[in-house]
């Protein structure tokens, strides 16, 4: 059974930090892409980071680059997302996503079930 497990949300000041954690289960987690989404109330749901299956590149939403830090560790199953600076504007509802491209186009699309985060004095 895939399971994708967030953790580490909470309630943070403006400045403060957090690290969110996904714990993945129930497939071959080095071979996929993961990211890290988020959703804020009446928006829709959008990328903020990605790693590729090995860990060798990163990239990120332009209003997060410098302060957040995406990584994986690939012997514990687990990808992380350092946020320093936070700011209101980060407070969302954070998503893990684990994505695989296999040969032919097919993909394979994994959600876990979100950890709140909220920026607020």
């Known amino acids: 059974q895939v399971q994708l497990v967030e953790s580490g949300g909470g309630l943070v000041q403006p400045g403060g930090s957090l690290r969110l954690s996904c714990a993945a289960s129930?497939?071959?987690?080095?071979?996929?892409?993961m990211m890290w989404y988020r959703q804020a109330p009446g928006k829709e749901r959008a990328l903020v980071a990605r790693i590729t299956s090995g860990g060798g590149s990163t990239s990120y939403v332009d209003s997060v680059k410098g302060r957040f830090t995406i990584s994986r560790d690939n012997t514990k199953n687990m990808v992380y997302l350092q946020m320093n600076s936070l700011k209101p504007e980060d407070t969302a509802l954070y998503y893990c996503n684990a994505r695989g491209v296999w040969v032919g186009g097919r993909t394979s699309d994994y959600w876990g079930q979100g950890t709140q985060v909220t920026v607020s004095s």
């Open positions: 129930g497939f071959t987690f080095s071979l996929y892409a």
